[in-house]
C-alpha cells in the first residue's frame, strides 16, 4: 500500500476529484493500513500548508498597506485614488519605511515626495544591475541581492565604477571593499 500511495504521491498530480476519489479508497482501509498511506500522503497536506502560509503572508502585507492608508489619511487628510495605488504598490520594506517617515510628514506632499525618491531609488538600482549584466553577463542572485542591499550612495559610486570592471570578480572585489 505505501508503495502505490508513494507512487501516486511523487508521480502524479491529482486534481481535486480524483484527491477525494483516492481519499474515500484511503478510508475503506483498515486502520493500520490507513495509517502507513497516511504517513505517505502528508506530502500533499504540507504542500497545502505552505501555501496557506504563503497566501496568509500576502494577505497581512495587504492589509498593512491598507492601514497605512489609514494613518495617512489620519493625519494628513483624504489622499488621492492614485496615491492611494502607489501606496498599495509598496514593497513591505517600503511600507516600513514609510511607517518611519510619516512621522515627519506635515502633508500630503511629503508622502508624494517620499514615494518619488523612493521610485528614483528603486530606478537607479535597477539599472545598475542591467548595466553590470549587460558589461558581465549573468550575475549570480545573491550578488544582485548585495547591490539591492545598497545605500543610493553606494548604487551610484558603483554605477560609476562598473565602467571599469571586465568580470564578475571586479563587482565581487568592489562589495567588498
Not at 114 to 129: A, D, M, N, T, Y
Request: charge should be negative; proline fraction near 2%; glycine fraction near 6%.
Amino acid at each position: 500500500m505505501q508503495l502505490i500511495s508513494g507512487f501516486v504521491d511523487t508521480y502524479l498530480t491529482l486534481n481535486r476529484s480524483e484527491e477525494i476519489q483516492f481519499q474515500t479508497e484511503i478510508d475503506t482501509f483498515s486502520q493500520p493500513v490507513q495509517e502507513d498511506v497516511m504517513e505517505i500522503t502528508t506530502s500533499w497536506m504540507r504542500q497545502g500548508i505552505e501555501q496557506g502560509i504563503e497566501q496568509g503572508i500576502e494577505q497581512t502585507v495587504e492589509r498593512q498597506k491598507g492601514v497605512m492608508i489609514r494613518l495617512i489619511k489620519q493625519k494628513l487628510g483624504n489622499i488621492s485614488p492614485s496615491l492611494e495605488r502607489d501606496i498599495m504598490g509598496l514593497t513591505i520594506d517600503q511600507v516600513d519605511s514609510l511607517l518611519e517617515a510619516l512621522f515627519d510628514f506635515s502633508s500630503v506632499n511629503d508622502v508624494r515626495n517620499w514615494l518619488f525618491e523612493q521610485g528614483v531609488e528603486q530606478g537607479k538600482r535597477s539599472f545598475v544591475i542591467s548595466q553590470l549584466k549587460r558589461k558581465l553577463g549573468d550575475i549570480p542572485p545573491s550578488l544582485e541581492t548585495k547591490v539591492t542591499e545598497l545605500t543610493i550612495d553606494e548604487v551610484e559610486a558603483l554605477g560609476e565604477a562598473l565602467l571599469n570592471f571586465s568580470t564578475i570578480d571586479d563587482l565581487i572585489n568592489w562589495l567588498n571593499v
